[in-house]
């Protein structure tokens, strides 16, 4: 699994270029000469960086995938074709997944389960990440989690809410419109009710 990771690794900095090692130190919060070492197998790394470095890249490709998928669900909404609700359990945690998302989708997905009374779940092995990612979907959506809520850094869900938070007051402004589901689950959030009534 090490060499796996390592090797993954290497071939992500040769594809990405200048700069790719600086932007796994930033992502993993390591120093660039950790990143250099694992690189060339003077070390490896723990446990812990390994399953990071594994979301790390699941999140990469859930970017890359959930405009798809979210497109798809939009033709499905407006031209009313049918879809299993099967689908949907499956393809809203891979959505979830993505860096971030805009609040519009989100407002979306939660519609989505009120519609099909969907109870989403997490898999043992999913980041703590996406595992408060879905049961923030569910609570707002009304529903009860299977899930807890699990400790872990800020997570900025809404896209437009990393870049507040470079702004001198913009942390200030992300606590103001946190809901209460939100700091439960350590997601800065905001109210989605009046979004997801135009759906309605």
């Known amino acids: 699994m090490l060499n796996q990771v390592s090797k993954h690794l290497k071939e992500d900095c040769r594809e990405h270029g ?3 090692k600086a932007w796994w130190a930033r992502r993993l919060e390591v120093p660039a000469l950790t990143i250099s070492h694992w690189l060339a197998h003077r070390q490896d790394p723990n446990g812990t960086h390994t399953q990071l470095i594994l979301d790390v890249f699941q999140e990469e490709t859930a970017t890359q995938n959930s405009p798809v998928w979210i497109n798809f669900l939009w033709k499905c909404y407006f031209e009313k074709i049918p879809v299993e609700r099967e689908f949907f359990q499956s393809i809203i945690p891979l959505i979830l997944q993505a860096k971030s998302l805009n609040t519009r989708t989100l407002a979306f ?3 989505i389960i009120i519609l099909f009374q969907l109870q989403l779940t997490s898999s043992l ?4 990440k996406l595992k408060n990612r879905i049961g923030w979907l569910m609570e707002i959506s009304n529903f009860t989690p299977t899930i807890e809520p699990e400790r ?3 997570d900025f869900l809404c896209d437009i809410f990393e870049s507040l938070n470079r702004w001198s007051n913009g942390k200030k402004y992300l606590i103001k419109q946190q809901t ?3 700091k439960k689950w350590f997601i800065y959030d905001c109210d989605l009710t ?3 009534r135009k759906f309605l």
């Open 18 to 20: 200048f700069g790719r």
């Open 125 to 128: 092995h999913a980041s703590s």
């Open 180 to 182: 209460p589901i939100g």
């Open 152 to 154: 872990r850094k800020w």
């Open 109 to 111: 997905l939660s519609n």
């Open 194 to 196: 009046a979004i997801k």
